[in-house]
């Protein structure tokens, strides 16, 4: 039996209206336009409107997907939401975007992957479309981190910003494009490092806990730095090899835009030309799960992810989880 090879026919992209950028952060905490773009690369980010959740901007995000390429949403037959932001634990934000978007014949769930959400998302909706049994599965990543930072903290307030794209996925008409192969990693022992301690069964919400501000983003910083640096390179190069490939016949990287010296560091590791890697974290900040399948959109806006071209996506986040994906463009 042929078989059957997943590949992304539509794409979709949200960023909320709503910009903060350098300046304001300026007035809010110590710190300076030159410091943090000197050091992370970003410039603006965008922040959800009040009361806009996770659910909303994929929604949104849905219909800027469907403007441009016409997906009738009844055909969708699985919603794979790859988010740190739900809106509430239960029920899931696949539900919520399933009745949102009025895809009436899909079903799916959550998954909680931090920033490596995303491609953990397109490995296990690239299962189900390989295994022949769904047609058509939409992934989404979306997160609301202004929700979860904390802007008198200089350290992580700079970071973050609110964002949602979508991809669907479908078997490819033929076997020389879709999704090439894929490695997804991870080290709980990382838990320490990088996440949100409050609100779960652990520690469940509390005047204690709001107090002590454990309903926000926690980084230490240098940890997580020099394992993102050397965990993304590594699972790229590796990614690469078994496919007897190098960096010279990517067509596209697109890695978690998370903090540009980990870009660069990545990208040296790798020993690809400026034109080859898609940096967009100057106006998006890092969208966590939405990092890079806005990457994706964005590099089909600009024309520099064409018909046939060889995407490599990367991604490092909480956990620690990490993982990598090689695709042959199909749109």
Same mark, same amino acid.
């Given at each position: 039996m042929k078989k059957i090879r997943a590949t992304i026919t539509a794409i979709g992209k949200y960023a909320p209206e709503r910009i903060l950028n350098n300046f304001d952060l300026e007035k809010m905490v110590d710190t300076s336009d030159e410091w943090i773009r000197s050091r992370t690369g970003i410039s603006e980010r965008h922040i959800a409107a009040q009361g806009e959740a996770s659910s909303d901007m994929a929604s949104s995000a849905f219909r800027d997907m469907q403007k441009r390429f016409d997906v009738n949403p009844k055909e969708i037959d699985a919603i794979v939401v790859a988010t740190i932001t739900p809106d509430m634990f239960f029920p899931s934000t696949a539900a919520l975007i399933q009745h949102n978007i009025s895809a009436t014949n899909a079903w799916g769930f959550d998954i909680s992957a931090a920033c490596s959400g995303f491609v953990y998302a397109m490995v296990i909706a690239t299962q189900f479309v390989e295994s022949s049994r769904y047609k058509k599965v939409l992934v989404v990543g979306s997160d609301t981190m202004s929700t979860i930072t904390d802007y008198t903290n200089r350290d992580t307030c700079i970071l973050f910003g609110d964002a949602a794209s979508v991809v669907l996925v479908e078997p490819s008409?033929?076997?020389d494009? =879709?999704?090439i192969d894929y490695l997804m990693k991870m080290? &709980? *022992? =990382?838990?320490?490092?990088?996440?949100?301690?409050?609100? &779960? *069964?652990?520690?469940?919400?509390?005047?204690?806990?709001?107090d002590k501000g454990m309903h926000y983003i926690y980084q230490e910083g240098k940890s997580v730095f020099k394992f993102a640096v050397s965990k993304m390179a590594e699972i790229s190069v590796e990614v690469l090899e078994r496919n007897s490939l190098t960096g010279a016949d990517v067509g596209l990287f697109i890695p978690h835009q998370a903090n540009k010296r980990i870009i660069d560091a990545c990208v040296s590791r790798l020993k690809l030309e400026e034109k080859q890697v898609m940096i967009n974290i100057e106006k998006y900040a890092n969208t966590t799960a939405a990092t890079i399948p806005l990457g994706i959109v964005d590099g089909y806006d600009q024309g520099r992810l064409k018909k046939g071209d060889l995407l490599l996506i990367s991604a490092f986040g909480g956990g620690f989880t990490w993982g990598s994906m090689l695709i042959r463009w199909s749109l």
């Open positions: 008409e033929d076997d494009h =879709g999704v080290d &709980g *022992s =990382g838990k320490d490092f990088l996440y949100m301690a409050g609100g &779960g *069964s652990r520690n469940p919400a509390s005047h204690e806990t709001i």
